[in-house]
């Protein structure tokens, strides 16, 4: 699923950087209220060796009982989520992971290794609360890897650019062939990093990349406020349509499987 | 080659070395524009190149490779009498771990078929580098097959480079192997437990004790043979007598670091000859355990270290600098942020190395390539114009002022206790994450001591933990109080104690005896040690020792959760024969030969930044009253940071505001010279105290007038 010797190319510059700064902007503003974050608990045996809040990445003092009394330990200290590992438990997950890895293992295929491991110490040296699944599911390499061979077509690129009054804010592009991702690069890789991209510049570029690289170039553009209002909608789908209408979403050679799964996942009819 | 390192600048054929160089792989890079890039690059104001060799890209199959007889983007002969054509030096870095994003960081694939050379972890799994876009298992360099392996491509390399070397050629340096850090996998009982390396554990054991009675006696054990001694599989120690086995596995962690780099230099030496300087990388740019600069420094020719720091790291880069400037031959950042780091981060940062003491810098990556972004020269051979002027402006600034012949002024040395930091490294929590895993993502705004433990060991307090705190109060009160001062560690020699009028070093219940010896010498010879909170009554082995404590008081009384200048520490020992004074004092000075020593029992609570410890302000100006240091240049804002420099053509001063504010401060205690801003011709004019604006995160510079 991951190309050995990955192409990463071209990544530009302010173009990532803005990239980075979407999440900000789609989050919204921090609330002043501050949440307390994840409480992780480093233990042994019934001694309690470092309680962190892990919002604030600060020490805090709770009372510890063992981890059968976490939901104690929660109600008392106000964390709803608590978070206990043994002290070796990280190098347990290593171990167990270290055994079967292979160097030559697609890095999906390592990972899962590594999501293995984890859950052959759930609920031994890793404890949560609440206390969530009785084990982790690992999920299957073959079926991830079938379930992307049957979304994306062979040979496509995939362009996600956010655009500000048409012109490129920040772009990715993820190449996809042979059942691997091989390529990631930006619009930078075909001209500058804030291209004009209105009326058909979009396709020209798209085009240009194609060439460059090779492959069918799958573009979603979206202006900046676009993507906001609907990472921020109450009701997405039909952000995504008013944006879709209004011309502020782009969509160019988007294959009819991913137009069919979009529907599927909102469950509503195309209006005619 | 005919070349010396001296007051911490490198001279080739008796002419200085302006180290200021960029990182430039050639191989990834097409072939055409090799020459217009170096244009470009010569154009910043750049002599040196800095280059991987990468082993795995020249070799074609096992013992074939291919330096430009196939591919031109790999004709390094060719690269090389390019740079020598375009009046470029080059630091060459041929591995065999080179990283620079490559798949198995520049390893051949084919390496990792053979199971028997990897390091070993505690379980005895081999020890996989989780990095995408393949997880690989780090190979063991103790390993013969693996050395043989490393010689077979040096060869290689040696002979397509032979015309290439200094003063036939480019290449003035070559640096061995890459950031060497057991593969960033620093916790000491992660691994190595290969029986290359238990071997080799057995063998630091012996040259440290010398024999067996020795080394039961502070292992309070019964081996009989060396070959019986197992290293410790975690950190299992109960009580302090049992610290030194478990302590020495932390040791010996530096020792196989150094003799990985030591067996990497005999093949170089062996390959490319003796006449040429050698040189390493630490990652981290405060490098302490498995980590040793001074021990590097005894078979390189200077050790470097890497950092790529944002803006609001700003302190944590700063402490490093002092420590690396202090304790290295040669004070170079052998890789510092040129690209993924925000540009206006690197005009802050930038500065402050050289504002700390910084002799030498490699831009990585100067040329932008595959797998990076953000460089001032872009693959195709274009500029990103800001970045381009900024480092054209940087070189040109930091040479017509003289910089790299100057010497910072530092009255003061903090020294840090590489026994304790062992303790703390051992005392990490979340084992095997280890204290580079916190230093990712912790700041030092977080607590220092958020991932060690509070055991005792039955020392009456958590050493580690205790330990930990104090050095980040110590360097945060110094730096809040506006002192000048250097950062070093125990092995500093008598020669570096005695430049210093004021030397603190934390001290606990235990301490080298050899340690405390040389301590007490500095003080004799009119040096003012501060110590403390404890006096130590130990020595490393955990046998009575009272070098230092035959000349210090025992405490009359002790208070916890005390309040020292309105702020909570967790304890202070108050001591009632102090000179004299009415009243229990929590520190007392000690007269001991023509110096003194001063006993500072007050154990801090957490400290992470100057404004915790700017109510200190009038405990430091005790302290250097004491030691006969005389403040000056102290700015009035905790927050403002102030580098004094000293050289041929008078003092430089370098203010710094590592914040997100404008600030408008007094610095006092000018003197009677007067300073000229060396960008904007400002003068600041003389007397005892001058104002000083400054707009966020940036550094002005002003010369003596």
């Known amino acids: 699923m991951l190309e050995k010797n990955i192409k990463i190319v071209d990544l530009g510059y302010y173009g990532w950087i803005r990239l980075f700064d979407l999440f900000k902007c789609i989050r919204g503003p921090k609330s002043d209220e501050r949440k307390p974050g994840p409480l992780l608990l480093i233990y042994r045996g019934l001694r309690l060796l470092r309680a962190l809040d892990l919002g604030s990445m600060s020490p805090v003092n709770v009372n510890f009982s063992g981890i059968s009394r976490l939901d104690v330990l929660s109600d008392e200290s106000g964390f709803p989520v608590v978070i206990a590992l043994e002290e070796n438990a990280v190098a347990r997950v290593a171990g167990h992971a270290q055994k079967r890895i292979r160097y030559d293992d697609d890095y999906f295929s390592q990972l899962g290794t590594f999501i293995a491991a984890l859950s052959a110490e759930w609920r031994k040296t890793i404890f949560t609360y609440p206390p969530g699944p009785a084990r982790i599911p690992v999920p299957s390499y073959r079926l991830i890897n079938g379930v992307l061979r049957l979304l994306i077509p062979d040979n496509s690129i995939l362009l996600f650019t956010v655009t500000e009054r048409e012109v490129a804010r920040s772009s990715i592009a993820v190449g996809y062939r042979g059942g691997d991702f091989w390529l990631l690069t930006t619009l930078e890789a075909v001209g500058s990093e804030d291209a004009d991209l209105s009326g058909g510049l979009l396709g020209e570029a798209a085009d240009a990349l194609g060439r460059k690289f090779g492959g069918v170039v799958r573009v979603v553009a979206v202006e900046r406020e676009a993507l906001t209002n609907i990472a921020r909608s109450r009701l997405p789908a039909g952000a995504i349509l008013w944006a879709v209408n209004t011309g502020r979403l782009r969509l160019l050679k988007i294959p009819w499987r991913w137009k069919v799964l979009f529907w599927g996942l909102i469950g509503v009819r195309p209006a005619r | ?705």
């Open chain 2, 1 to 705: 080659m005919d070349y010396r390192i001296k007051g911490q600048r490198l001279y080739l054929d008796d002419a200085p070395v302006s180290l200021f160089s960029g990182s430039y792989q050639y191989w990834r890079i097409e072939p055409d524009l090799w020459p217009r890039i170096l244009e470009k690059v010569k154009g910043m104001g750049f002599d040196i190149i800095e280059t991987y060799m990468p082993w795995s890209v020249h070799e074609v199959k096992k013992g074939v490779f291919d330096f430009g007889e196939r591919s031109p983007n790999l004709d390094l002969p060719r690269f090389l009498g390019l740079c020598r054509e375009a009046g470029f030096k080059v630091l060459a870095r041929p591995g065999p771990h080179i990283n620079a994003e490559l798949t198995y960081f520049g390893y051949p694939e084919r390496l990792f078929a053979d199971a028997d050379i990897s390091s070993r972890s505690s379980d005895g799994t081999p020890v996989v580098l989780p990095v995408p876009p393949r997880m690989f298992p780090v190979p063991c360099y103790l390993h013969p097959r693996f050395l043989s392996e490393v010689r077979t491509y040096f060869s290689a390399l040696s002979e397509a480079t032979k015309e290439a070397v200094h003063p036939k050629g480019a290449i003035m340096a070559i640096q061995v192997d890459n950031e060497c850090s057991k593969f960033f996998r620093t916790h000491p009982f992660d691994h190595d437990y290969s029986d290359n390396s238990i071997r080799l554990y057995r063998r630091f054991l012996r040259e440290k004790y010398g024999n067996l009675k020795s080394l039961n006696r502070a292992y309070r054990s019964d081996h009989k043979s060396w070959q019986l001694i197992d290293p410790p599989r975690a950190f299992r120690a109960e009580k302090a007598s049992d610290l030194p086995y478990h302590l020495d596995w932390v040791e010996y962690g530096e020792y196989y670091v150094l003799e990985s780099l030591r067996l990497i230099v005999d093949i170089i030496r062996d390959c490319f000859g003796d006449g040429i300087p050698l040189f390493h990388n630490y990652p981290t740019v405060m490098p302490l355990t498995p980590l040793d600069i001074k021990g590097a420094e005894e078979f390189l020719d200077w050790q470097g270290v890497d950092s790529y720091p944002t803006k609001r790291q700003y302190h944590s880069l700063r402490r490093g600098i002092k420590y690396t400037s202090t304790v290295s031959r040669l004070p170079a950042l052998m890789e510092f942020s040129s690209g993924p780091i925000n540009l206006e981060d690197e005009r802050l940062t930038t500065w402050a190395t050289i504002m700390h003491g910084i002799k030498g810098i490699n831009f990585y990556m100067i040329v932008e390539r595959e797998r990076w972004l953000g460089s001032p020269i872009r693959r195709d051979g274009s500029i990103r114009k800001e970045h381009y002027d900024f480092y054209k402006r940087f070189l040109s600034e930091v040479r017509s002022w003289g910089l790299e012949e100057m010497t910072p002024y530092r009255p003061v040395l903090l020294l840090i206790n590489r026994e304790y930091e062992r303790l703390a490294s051992a005392s990490t929590l979340l084992f095997p994450l280890s204290s580079l895993f916190a230093e990712a993502i912790g700041s030092m705004k977080r607590p220092a001591d958020l991932f060690i433990g509070d055991e005792d060991f039955g020392l009456g307090e958590p050493v580690a933990a205790r330990y930990a705190r104090l050095s980040s109060f110590w360097y945060f009160a110094l730096s809040a109080a506006g002192v000048h001062f250097g950062i070093a560690d125990d092995t500093a020699d008598p020669g570096l104690l005695r430049r210093h009028p004021l030397v603190i070093m934390p001290t606990f219940e235990f301490c080298d005896t050899r340690l405390q010896e040389r301590l007490l010498n500095y003080a004799a010879e009119d040096g003012c040690l501060l110590i403390g909170p404890r006096v130590p009554r130990l020595d490393s082995e955990m046998a009575p020792s009272s070098v230092l404590a035959d000349h210090l008081q025992r405490p009359s009384s002790v208070r916890r959760n005390a309040l020292v200048f309105g702020v909570p520490v967790d304890e202070i020992s108050l001591f009632s024969d102090n000179g004299g004074a009415p009243e229990a004092s929590m520190l007392y000075r000690k007269p001991v030969g023509r110096g003194c020593i001063v006993h500072l029992s007050m154990v801090p609570g957490e400290i992470c930044d100057t404004a915790g410890a700017e109510p200190f302000r009038p405990m430091m100006d005790t302290l250097l009253r004491i030691a006969g240091v005389e403040p000056c240049f102290v700015p009035a804002d905790h927050r403002i940071d102030v580098s004094l420099f000293a050289g041929d053509g008078g003092q430089m001063l370098m203010v710094a505001n590592p914040t997100e504010e404008s600030v408008t401060t007094e610095i006092s205690r000018v003197g009677d010279v007067s300073f000229r801003d060396l960008r904007n011709g400002d003068n600041l004019g003389s007397g005892g105290v001058i104002d000083i604006s400054l707009e966020p995160y940036t550094i002005r510079v002003f010369a003596e007038v």
